[in-house]
T-cell receptor, first 115, second 111 residues
Framework: GAVVSQHPSRVICKSGTSVKIECRSL??????MFWYRQFPKKSLMLMAT?????????EQGVEKDKFLINHASLTLSTLTVTSAHPEDSSFYIC???????????FGNGTRLTVT | EDQVTQSPEALRLQEGESSSLNCSYT??????LFWYRQDPGKGPEFLFT???AGEEKEKERLKATLTKKESFLHITAPKPEDSATYLC????????????FGKGTRLSVIA
């Protein structure tokens, strides 16, 4: 089945620094990937849609300059949290589908802690 | 406004005590209703997709059903390893679009 790999699984950084999270589709090509954010005991909230070779589409209320998304190839999307602050601490999860009617497959998430 | 609503928010069962989780949706032109399982600190794991009213799908102790307005995830004789958060979701429109998730049901099965 389709596998989505996310790295790192856990990262701790200091306030003001930037953190890059990678999302890879291991056995399929994904022209589109989706980035979600999840707070403790809350559901997944869509942050942005990452499009290969073009600009990402951000959901309302998500700062595009803070959450930089790059989808440079058909198997890799990256999310960079710039100038991170403690309120950016959260669980970030990426997802993709291997074809139009298949379910979304999710990575195992990245737990970001900003101190 | 399109949305997906799950109930109960949390459910505690004794091992072997069957129950059902509910997911109601108001997404117009539904293009599939998805159920996922999420363990703590992990990404959601796909369980089922249902496309039309009356459809049912089963996997081990889980059975998902769909009506025109809601879906149920039935858990028969659950075991402690079934403890997880169960999420339902629906795409807003057809094509390669993201899923909108409900808030989930946190299931605890006690031995």
């Amino acid at each position: 089945g389709a596998v989505v790999s996310q790295h790192p699984s856990r990262v701790i950084c200091k306030s003001g620094t930037s953190v890059k999270i990678e999302c890879r589709s291991l056995d399929f090509q994904a022209t589109t990937m989706f980035w979600y954010r999840q707070f403790p005991k809350k559901s997944l909230m869509l942050m942005a849609t990452s499009n290969e070779g073009s600009k990402a589409t951000y959901e309302q209320g998500v700062e595009k300059d803070k959450f930089l998304i790059n989808h440079a190839s058909l198997t890799l999307s990256t999310l960079t949290v710039t100038s991170a602050h403690p309120e950016d601490s959260s669980f970030y999860i990426c997802s993709a589908r291997d074809h139009g009617n298949s379910p979304l497959h999710f990575g195992n998430g990245t737990r970001l802690t900003v101190t | 406004e399109d949305q997906v609503t799950q109930s109960p928010e949390a459910l505690r069962l004794q091992e072997g005590e069957s129950s059902s989780l509910n997911c109601s949706y108001t997404v117009s032109g539904l293009r599939g209703l998805f159920w996922y399982r999420q363990d703590p600190g992990k990404g959601p794991e796909f369980l089922f997709t249902l496309y039309s009213a009356g459809e049912e799908k089963e996997k081990e102790r889980l059975k998902a059903t769909l009506t025109k307005k809601e879906s149920f995830l039935h858990i028969t004789a659950p075991k402690p390893e079934d403890s997880a958060t169960y999420l339902c979701a629906a795409p807003l429109i057809s094509g390669n679009t993201p899923l909108v998730f409900g808030k989930g049901t946190r299931l605890s099965v006690i031995a």
